[in-house]
């Protein structure tokens, strides 16, 4: 297939890779020159805007930051729907709230394309891998022009219904726990620390016991070597987090944890943290307590 995929950060550039493992013709667009370089040096093709897609594009997969920039890559000024084939099939894989996939399926409908609302999980290792997970909703007719690009990325696609919004909302409350997990993670290494456990044994224990998490085995993991280049960045669980208090504020539900990590990783923030690996929303705990992280 010719497919486009807009945003070649950890998850894009991994799906624009395993896209082009798969035999299809990959263009990557990113505004971002070391992104479109890295992917041209793969073997595909690359552009700085949405519009530069080839024409007659038989399928774009949009893994931007949200639901804001998902409409501006695909119907914006310099925006991808020009260039796509009549029928074409729109993969949305940034997380975004329900309502607001049903508004971006609503457009994309209106103008002839399918819409498939695909938030994906696994983390950069699993996309280079084509191993993420799909929470994907919406009309057979859309899971059919997707499936030779599902195929290529994803290991599991979960096939919650026809209804857009609901593969939103599945991702939403899966980043309650990825947030919530990270958070807890970080702040029981920081205890440990503080308490003068040595930090790697403590690691040791912990992913060897019943208390471990996939979140611990992997963020503090980084956090015992000072690595805070951004895999998934703090930023990322400010904004998702604050999907989840949204979600839950329209129907009236209290979610307390979530609420508390959402503010430990504004915290993490404003403290100028923002760009950094979301483990390292260890630093809040460091700055309150002047603990000594390893690697540091």
Request: with cysteine; charged share 20%.
């Amino acid at each position: 297939m010719k497919v486009g995929v807009i945003g070649l950060g950890s998850m894009g550039m991994g799906a624009a890779l395993s896209l082009l493992r798969a035999g299809h013709e990959v263009t990557g667009c990113d505004m971002r020159e070391a992104a479109r370089d890295e992917f041209a040096a793969a073997g595909g093709a690359a552009a700085a805007r949405a519009a530069d897609l080839p024409q007659g594009t038989e399928a774009v997969v949009v893994l931007v930051v949200n639901a804001a920039q998902t409409e501006a890559a695909l119907f914006g000024e310099g925006g991808a729907a020009s260039r796509l084939k009549p029928g074409a099939v729109i993969v949305s894989s940034a997380t975004m709230a329900p309502d607001a996939a049903r508004a971006l399926a609503a457009q994309a409908e209106g103008r002839g394309f399918l819409y498939l609302d695909a938030p994906v999980s696994g983390g950069a290792v699993k996309a280079r891998a084509g191993e993420m997970t799909v929470m994907g909703a919406g009309s057979e007719a859309a899971f059919a022009a997707a499936q030779p690009v599902l195929d290529a990325i994803a290991t599991k696609v979960w096939r919650l219904g026809d209804q857009v919004g609901i593969g939103a909302t599945v991702k939403v409350v899966h980043q309650l726990l990825a947030g919530v997990h990270i958070a807890v993670a970080a702040e029981a290494m920081a205890l440990g620390i503080r308490a003068g456990a040595d930090p790697q044994a403590l690691y040791d224990v912990v992913t060897s016991a019943a208390g471990n998490s996939w979140m611990f085995e992997n963020r503090m993991a980084r956090v015992l070597t000072g690595d805070d280049a951004p895999r998934s960045a703090v930023d990322i669980f400010v904004k998702d987090l604050g999907l989840v208090t949204e979600m839950a504020r329209g129907l009236d539900f209290p979610v307390p944890l979530a609420s508390q990590a959402q503010q430990l990783f504004t915290a993490a923030r404003a403290m100028g943290q923002g760009g950094k690996d979301d483990g390292f929303v260890i630093r809040v705990w460091q700055a309150m307590t002047g603990i000594k992280l390893p690697g540091e």
